[in-house]
Every structure is written in structure tokens, then in C-alpha cells.
């Protein structure tokens, strides 16, 4: 039942993702991504999630958001950092040999890294296998 109750909800949540990333791949944006994952498991140790202040020093948003998300997506905190304001998980579904658990099924926020915004350079965490270029124009 718990099982069924998560699928929906990722249903719904993956929905959102296409529409949100349709009007990216329609429009383009400025840099591209290149290279490719070096299955090193990274960005699934350190799962950095922005919050606001207000919602991070609030402590029953703080305490049912992370309760969420942790149910949700199988993540685990495992600090919050109150100085730029980020909740710091990692997933109970990264195998040893660097690979996905739950690879149909995981969230929005691995689907869509590396984040590919409409105009700014993308960000990598260090040692990623990725890199990005500026599209060629014209
Ligand atoms: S940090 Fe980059 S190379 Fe490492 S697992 Fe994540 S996407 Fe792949
Ligand atoms: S769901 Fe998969 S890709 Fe996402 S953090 Fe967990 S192991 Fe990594």
C-alpha cells in the first residue's frame, strides 16, 4: 500500500518534470552539456537542497520537510547547512558499484542533474564527469 501510495506520487511528480522541462527543450538554452557519468556516486552522497530561511530555522517545516522527503525519495539527511540555507541528504539507493537502486523510479532533482538553466553556466560538483559548452548560434 505504502509502495503504491510512493509510485503515484512520483507519477505526478514526473509530470511536473516533463512540463517544467518542456519549454527548455523547445526554447534551448545557452550552454549544453557534454561529457558523461562516471558512476563515482557523488551527487547521491551530497544531495544539496535549497531552502529558504525562514523554512530551514522553522522547526516544524524543517522537521515534516525532511520527514518528507526522506519517505518520498528514500533520502537521508545528513546535516543542514544553516549558513547558505540547504538541507544535505544522501540516498539509501546508491549501490556500491556506483549505480542507481531505484534508477525508473528516483526523483526529479537526480533526473535533472546536471541543471541545465535557460541562460547561466551550469554547476558541477567536483570530479564530475560532465562538462558544459556554449551552443553554437547561427
Ligand atoms: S557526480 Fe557526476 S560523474 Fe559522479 S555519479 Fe554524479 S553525475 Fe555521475
Ligand atoms: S535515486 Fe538514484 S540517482 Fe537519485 S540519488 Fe538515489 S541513487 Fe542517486
Known amino acids: 500500500m505504502e509502495k503504491a501510495l510512493k509510485k503515484l506520487l512520483m507519477i505526478s511528480v514526473l509530470a511536473d518534470n516533463i512540463l517544467t522541462n518542456l519549454p527548455k527543450r523547445m526554447l534551448g538554452t545557452r550552454y549544453k552539456i ?8 557523488q551527487c547521491c552522497r ?11 530555522t522553522n522547526p516544524l517545516f524543517s522537521k515534516l ?11 537521508k539527511l545528513k546535516w543542514v547547512d544553516l549558513e547558505d540555507n540547504y538541507f544535505v541528504f544522501e540516498c539509501k539507493n546508491l549501490r556500491p558499484d556506483g549505480t542507481c537502486g531505484n534508477y525508473f523510479w528516483r ?3 537526480c533526473r535533472n542533474y546536471p541543471l541545465v538553466d535557460y541562460f547561466d553556466e551550469p554547476v558541477f560538483l567536483p570530479g ?3 562538462g558544459s559548452e556554449l551552443r553554437k548560434t547561427g
Open 34 to 41: 557534454t561529457g558523461k557519468c562516471k558512476k563515482c556516486g
Open 46 to 56: 551530497e544531495i544539496y537542497l535549497k531552502a529558504s530561511r525562514t523554512q530551514i
Open 65 to 75: 520537510s525532511v520527514k518528507w522527503i526522506e519517505w518520498l525519495f528514500d533520502f
Open 107 to 109: 526523483p526529479n532533482i
Open 128 to 130: 564530475c564527469g560532465y
